[in-house]
């Protein structure tokens, strides 16, 4: 019997205090689940049966308010105010093009009408601030000898003639709408449809799926022809794009399944030990879908990868058990002992690799974003789930059937093969070699740091991220901008005041100096706000004159010059007064400017009558959540790192072991941040939870690799020796899901979804670099903090 | 950018609705602003008659309303104070601060050196280094304060003696308008400026003010009641005519003084709406120059005996005329919706790129071509491009 | 020598006779009363009558008891409070009939002295004896349970003249559990330390140490099957109602894997089985 430095003479009590209550409840589960199979069987299909038939019923649950962080002063502010900025929240933007000529002839206007009044009948348009130059709230106004003139852009006498289409010409000319409703160049008009976020008469929250399929068959198939191009944007119909993209979501996942299948097949040699992992794997999900409906959750396009996730990490754990099965098989044990013993041997790193997965997706909690919120919840408890069909009913159903001959012919194979491809990783486990891994871990880290700076928060590029520059919302919205002056990248600063006091000439003439002071903070484009409406209506009353273009002294002439104003200027209460900006784009470096400035302007004018207080508009929400990512990045690497490492901590009951298994993690961390700055993808809501998923995922590789190598250790063997055993049973496991995982997800490069896209990239190189870590850093880490110890006496070891 | 729509009591109401409306409105803003007036003084800080003018990186971008020269340097006044010097012709602009942040009307240099601009709330400001500095000459507090002194003392001692033909109860009018103004506070814009040497100049403005002075803006007399003005319409433009001075304004009033300002007698208008702007011009072939006066809907005048008589200028379009330059015979003539017309006489007048819709304010020459400024900011034509165009 | 009784309960199988014969070699040997419990009603021309009218032919008084409570295991209890007999045989039925446990079953659960249920007719004599102990466990019942089974394999094998063998299983590895559970071959020397100390301890000298990785459930009727086990002496706990459903008892799931006689006691009758071996 040879005694190992790695043997303690006596458990220390807070191990074995620890240890107590773990072996307790595995020798009961244990008990339970081998000697009551078939109960036990029959609960596991009623409750698949029960879930799967909620799951089916899950659905798309997108919201503009769940992807803005509640919490935030700005948001906090904008829910406030919220009723009185209608338009300024959710909109549609169709455009209607004319491929050849102008748009001053009659097929076109014909067109045009019939566009608009199909959009005033779809459900969730706010139809009193529908604009498009048919509806009668858009006008043209003229100063003549006489006073004004004016009227709607398309007069009651518009017939489709000649005169009538020249007539409109002049109309467009002096109604202002050049470049707001008519484009710039004349070939294309647009029709704004503000969107309710909630049907006022329902209260059912906005269908975005349903509405985007609207939009598109009322819309886009039934007016596009020869002649005329239909294009969409808005925030509505990016979800609307998403959602319907699940579809191809869904497809890219049924390939990395069977890509698993395939691999995991030619790996374990056995049928058996294929189907049922994934098999269980897939219960996994389907119970998790389950769940997530009866608690009310729905997918939004965000979680839609959690499935997924859950499937990858089944599958990890799934192998492992099947793995030890057909360990165990090979020396000799039947089916139901073989399960019975590979349960016992693995449950505690499975049970602790998974309460890590599951405690360190929860710790996304602290992000102050819903739809973040909503992805921890989904995440843990797939991975709760999967404690459940993996650990459970796996080695339940292995126990009936067991892995095939082939399997254990294969691994017996294996075992005795004098030298083994292993052979030549077993370097690393010995001190030479271990220095150079631990080396080029460092330069590996020094380059991943440097190359982290350059991550940026928020979105780089124009349009809708989520999407492909290429995809044909993207191209829309390029066109969009190109074509008209009105940006699509909008922050709102509300100046509140008390009621009835938003027309007042203190409040006028602050928010003149205030839209004043923007002109000089670079990316702003424009301003407009009530201010700008006085000053053009009051030289209106002048004849046009533009040297009245100025905010009166005098409150009746203010008056007079407000007395019709354009929705989404003042609230109804005069206590509201937006101003709203247009940006040169969103980019997180602008928007972090603007809103210092902004501040800076607030703190100084700020006073008990007004007050100016951020934001609203798609580019304010971006920038408090750009705000609320940057802070929470860090605090949600620190917690996810934290939790994880107390639970390694509590389950090896070493420091040195959780270095071993947390160092590897935090490497592909800094270089997974590196390589999103590297491709370009900045940390927004999308990609924030990814690094988190990551460790998540990294850590069950180092605890089942650290769990097998410390066998061997304790009997004696040395970390090269321990280590190649290791390598050949766990390792390759690990290697293999690493790689079958990888392969699964890289193919989602080809997603039309860029927001799939990116991911698949991230994972990919996250499956791959902890797996390398793993097998490569873990025991090199091991061989140098260890390395001293091994020399002293036996009674100083004090290690597992 | 948002057109608004216009209150329904002003489409088609008719008439002079705006002034006779305004002369009886006056009585009863008095007492709504009574009560305004005692609105938070805390806002007195940010005042923008007191408050200098922010420095803008697009201060060259935005509502411009005039252009003078000042030697060989340019300088534009607009929105917000802004004030913005070249140096280069008009190809690069600098903004310098003012002592103000309302909207500034008008600017002129009576040399190299010396210049006002002034503007909305009765503001003056002056200049004597070329506008790289500025210091505020009146505001229209002061100006309140200056016309009910003028009229209490002229009321008290029973008239102006150099106004005979003015009646009593005229003069008391004018005195209880005061009176009205020092309570609504600093509402008054002042619209054009004009100096015939660096010690004489006038100012005009909103409601029929007239200013004069003759020691460079140190003191200002008050000349509104010397103009035969009972409809107290705007004071648009000042032109100084051979010996005489030409005042146009609000619905075709035009005003002529051969006293340099002390007396005014009213002319013939004819035009019933607004004329913007006089110019004072020869066309080719011409030996004596005439005076353009520009006005609402494309109307165009010119007056060969100095404003006795007037013959209509056909123009091409209904946009109203603004502004107008002139160098050697060729004229410059702009106005709203991007009206810019050229021409070497008034019977070829040809419009130059109709198809900018940016308003324009003002126009001055310089060497190689035309600099304009408007609701958009600065343009420059050259004359090449002017050339071009043409063919 | 048994001063007390020993109560055969013969069922209806035809196994009871198996079980009858060793009740009458115990009870020869032993020197002690013997008394029969039928659990049903038997026809006066059944076997057993007959072979018990022939036994108190020769001498030997066997009270019968008939069959009055509700079920057998009451029958059983009923008659444990009239008499508190030494030690309960019967046969081993391996027949499970029903979601609930089986009578066997609940014989160990709740029968308070012995129970040894018959599966072989061979004799005892010249066989091994197997004793099988949990030296690793730290619970005071344990403990207590490999003394008393020790004790009585010990007894019955002098007895008997048969060999004695021990028997440990421990627990199969658990992966991130303390260092000698983490691998087999260090349980098992643990193990086997632990026995010999065991033994040593209370003086007796076991022919074999069969010491192996468990389950026991596995390893137990293995090591029988392979030496030819006469007897199987074990321990159990006796877990009843909601813990005996979901836990069980080892002794009981061993029953349908041995082809031995199994002698089981039951932990908290340290006490009786100390009194009753005084008596050897």
């Keep these: 019997m040879s005694k190992s430095p790695y043997t303690s003479g006596k458990p220390s009590g807070l191990a074995s205090a620890l240890l107590g209550p773990i072996k307790l409840s595995e020798q009961i589960i244990e008990r339970v689940l081998f000697y009551k199979r078939v109960p036990v069987l029959f609960i596991f299909i009623l409750l698949t049966l029960g879930l799967g038939f909620q799951a089916v019923q899950i659905r798309p649950d997108a919201s503009f308010v769940k992807m803005i962080p509640s919490s935030h002063p700005y948001v906090e502010n904008y829910l406030k105010y919220r009723n009185d900025l209608s338009g300024l929240g959710n909109s549609l933007r169709v455009v209607v093009e004319a491929k050849e000529g102008d748009i001053f002839t009659t097929t076109f206007q014909n067109t045009l009408k019939q566009v608009t009044d199909e959009a005033f009948f779809i459900p969730g348009v706010d139809r009193s601030a529908l604009k498009s130059i048919w509806t009668p709230n858009v006008r043209w106004t003229e100063v003549t000898e006489e006073g004004f003139e004016g009227g709607p852009v398309i007069s009651p006498e518009y017939d489709g003639s000649a005169a009538s289409l020249e007539q409109l010409r002049t109309n467009v000319l002096r109604s202002g709408q050049v470049g707001i409703l008519v484009a710039n160049d004349f070939k294309s008009a647009i029709i704004q449809m503000p969107l309710f976020d909630k049907d006022p008469a329902t209260g059912e929250k906005l269908n975005y799926q349903v509405l985007s ?16 191009r239909i294009r969409i944007t808005g925030f509505a119909k990016i979800v609307g794009d998403l959602i319907d993209g699940a579809k191809s979501v869904a497809l890219f996942f049924a390939m990395a399944i069977a890509i698993t299948l395939v691999l995991l097949y030619l790996y374990s040699g056995s049928v058996t030990g294929t189907l049922i992992p994934i098999g269980c794997s897939l219960v996994a999900v389907v119970w998790q879908m389950g769940l997530l409906k009866i608690f009310g959750y729905g997918l939004d396009p965000y979680s839609m990868l959690v499935p997924f996730l859950v499937f990858a990490i089944g599958v990890s754990h799934g192998v492992q058990v099947v793995n030890t099965i057909r360990l165990e098989q090979s020396e000799g044990a039947d089916p139901w002992l073989a399960a019975r013993r590979a349960f016992r041997a693995i449950y505690i790193p499975g049970l602790t690799a998974l309460l890590s997965d599951g405690l360190g997706f929860v710790t996304l909690m602290v992000i102050d974003i819903q739809v973040i919120q909503d992805l921890a919840v989904a995440a843990s408890v797939g991975v709760a789930v999967i404690v459940m069909t993996n650990l459970l009913l796996l080695p339940l159903l292995m126990s009936y059937v067991g892995v095939g001959k082939k399997a254990i012919a294969k691994m017996q194979a294996s075992q005795n093969k004098e030298s083994s491809p292993w052979q030549m990783l077993t370097v690393f486990a010995k001190p030479r070699g271990a220095i150079i891994a631990v080396s080029f871990a460092l330069v590996a880290l020094g380059v991943g ?66 839209q004043e002071y923007l002109t000089d903070v670079p990316g702003i484009q424009s301003s407009v706000s009530l201010v700008d409406v006085s000053k053009r209506v009051t030289a209106g009353l002048n004849e046009g004159n533009l040297k ?30 937006p101003v709203i900006i247009f940006l040169d784009d969103h980019k997180a470096e602008t928007l972090d400017r603007i809103s210092a400035a902004i501040a800076d302007f607030a703190a100084e004018h700020n006073s008990d009558a007004l007050k100016f207080e951020m934001a609203a508009g798609n580019s304010g929400f971006e920038a408090a959540t750009n705000d609320v990512i940057g802070t929470a990045q860090y605090e949600m690497l620190a917690w996810v790192y934290g939790v994880v490492s107390i639970l390694c901590l509590l389950t090896f009951r070493s420091v040195k072991t959780v ?40 850590v069950d590789y180092g605890i089942y690799i650290y769990s097998r190598l410390s066998t061997y250790l304790v009997q004696g063997k040395t970390l090269p020796e321990a280590y190649l055993a290791t390598l050949k049973t766990t390792g390759s496991s690990v290697a293999f899901t690493g790689l079958t995982l990888a392969i699964g997800v890289v ?12 991911m698949g990239i991230l994972l990919t190189f996250m499956f791959l670099w902890n797996m390398l870590g793993a097998l490569i850093l873990l025991p090199a880490l091991a061989c140098l903090l260890h390395n001293h110890k091994a020399a002293q006496t036996e009674e100083n070891a004090h290690v597992y | 950018m948002m057109f608004p729509s216009i209150p329904q009591i002003m489409i088609k109401s008719g008439g002079n609705m705006l002034s006779v409306t305004k002369f009886s409105q006056r009585a009863r803003w008095c007492v709504g602003f009574i009560v305004m007036a005692v609105t938070p003084l805390a806002f007195a800080a940010m005042d923008r008659i007191e408050t200098p003018s922010h420095l803008s990186g697009r201060a060259a971008e935005g509502l411009l309303l005039d252009i003078a020269h000042a030697g060989d340097r340019l300088v534009a006044v607009g929105d917000q104070g802004r004030i913005l010097l070249s140096d280069d012709q008009g190809v690069s602009w600098k903004q310098v601060q003012a002592p103000v942040s309302v909207l500034l009307t008008s600017v002129y240099f009576s040399d190299a050196q010396h210049g006002w601009a002034v503007g909305h709330d009765g503001v003056v400001i002056h200049t004597e280094d070329a506008g790289d500095t500025w210091l505020t000459q009146l505001n229209g507090r002061q100006l309140n304060q200056l016309q009910l002194d003028t009229y209490q003392t002229l009321v008290d001692a029973g008239g102006d003696p150099q106004a005979q033909d003015l009646p009593m109860d005229e003069l008391e009018l004018f005195l209880e308008d005061a009176m009205v103004a020092v309570e609504e506070g600093p509402t008054q814009p002042l619209l054009d400026v004009l100096f015939v040497n660096n010690q004489l100049g006038f100012l005009l403005g909103s409601y029929g003010v007239l200013l004069k002075t003759e020691d460079a803006g140190v003191h200002w007399s008050v000349l509104s009641h010397r103009l035969p003005n009972p409809g107290r319409f705007h004071l648009n433009a000042l032109l100084v005519e051979k010996q005489s001075l030409i005042i146009a304004g609000e619905a075709g009033v035009l005003f002529k003084s051969d006293d340099m300002g002390d007396s005014w007698i009213a002319l013939e208008s004819p035009y019933e709406g607004s004329f913007f702007g006089l110019l004072s011009y020869a066309g080719q072939g011409q030996a004596l120059s005439q005076v353009l006066a520009l006005g609402l809907r494309g109307h165009l005048f010119a007056s060969e005996d100095s404003g006795d008589s007037w013959q209509q200028i056909a123009v091409d379009s209904t946009a109203s005329l603004v502004s107008a330059a002139s160098n050697n015979n060729e004229v410059m003539l702009v106005g709203q919706g991007g009206l810019v017309l050229t021409g070497k006489t008034l019977d070829k007048l040809t419009a130059f790129e109709p198809q900018d819709r940016r308003a324009w304010s003002a126009v001055t020459r310089v060497n190689d071509g035309w600099v304009l400024v408007g609701e958009k900011g600065i343009k420059r034509i050259s004359d090449t491009a002017l050339g071009a165009d043409h063919e | 020598m048994f001063t007390k009784t020993v109560l055969i309960a013969l069922d209806a199988s035809a196994a009871a006779e198996i079980a009858f014969k060793r009740g009458v070699l115990i009870a020869d040997r032993m020197g002690s009363k013997l008394e029969v419990l039928w659990l049903f009603s038997p026809l006066p021309d059944h076997p057993l009558m007959r072979l018990i009218a022939a036994l108190s032919v020769d001498g030997m008084q066997i009270k019968q008891h008939y069959h009055e409570e509700k079920n057998f295991l009451q029958d059983v209890l009923a008659r444990w409070q009239k008499d508190h007999f030494a030690l309960l045989i019967k046969s081993c039925d391996t027949t499970h009939k029903g979601i609930l446990a089986p009578l066997d079953w609940q014989l160990l659960r709740q029968t308070p002295c012995p129970v040894l249920l018959v599966k072989r007719d061979s004799l005892w004599e010249g066989g091994q004896i197997m004793a099988a102990v949990d030296p690793l466990s730290r619970k005071k019942s344990c403990l207590q349970l490999n003394l008393s089974v020790l004790m009585m394999a010990a007894v019955i094998s002098q007895e008997a003249k048969a060999t004695l063998d021990v028997i440990v299983s421990y627990s199969p590895p658990m992966l991130g559990a303390e260092p000698e559970n983490q691998s087999s071959s260090l349980s098992a020397d643990k193990a086997s330390t632990a026995a010999h100390a065991l033994l040593k301890g209370m003086q007796i000298e076991p022919a074999t140490y069969h010491i192996g990785e468990g389950p026991p459930e596995y390893w137990i009727p293995k090591v029988a099957e392979e030496q030819h086990a006469a007897l199987m002496v074990i321990g159990t706990h006796g877990r009843d109602g909601i813990k005996g459903a979901l836990l069980g008892n080892t002794a009981e799931r061993i029953l349908d894997r041995l082809s031995c006689d199994v002698l089981v006691l039951r932990a908290g009758l340290s006490a009786n089985i100390d009194a009753l071996l005084q008596d050897i």
């Design chain 1, 213 to 228: 399929s609207k939009v598109e068959t009322l819309i886009r198939e039934k007016y596009e022809n020869a002649d005329v």
């Design chain 1, 449 to 514: 740091l440097y190359g982290s700076q350059n991550l940026k928060i928020g979105d780089l590029d124009k349009g809708a991220p989520e999407l492909r520059a290429d995809s044909r919302y993207n191209l829309d919205n390029a066109f969009v901008t190109d074509h008209y002056s009105t940006s699509s990248d909008i922050f709102v600063v509300m100046a509140t005041t008390a009621p009835n006091q938003c027309t007042s000439y203190n409040t006028l003439s602050t928010v003149d100096s205030f």
């Design chain 1, 548 to 577: 009245w273009r100025s905010v009166s002294r005098n409150q009746y002439v203010i008056n007079a010059s407000l007395a019709y104003v354009p929705s989404g200027f003042m609230n109804g209460s005069c206590s509201l007064l």
């Design chain 1, 659 to 698: 270095i071993c298994i947390i160092a590897p993690l935090a490497l592909t961390s800094v270089l997974c941040q590196a390589l999103m700055a590297y491709l370009g993808i900045g940390v927004k809501v999308a990609t924030l939870p990814v690094i988190a998923l990551g460790v998540g995922i990294g």
């Design chain 1, 747 to 758: 193919l989602w490069v080809f997603s039309p979804i860029k927001f799939q896209a990116d």
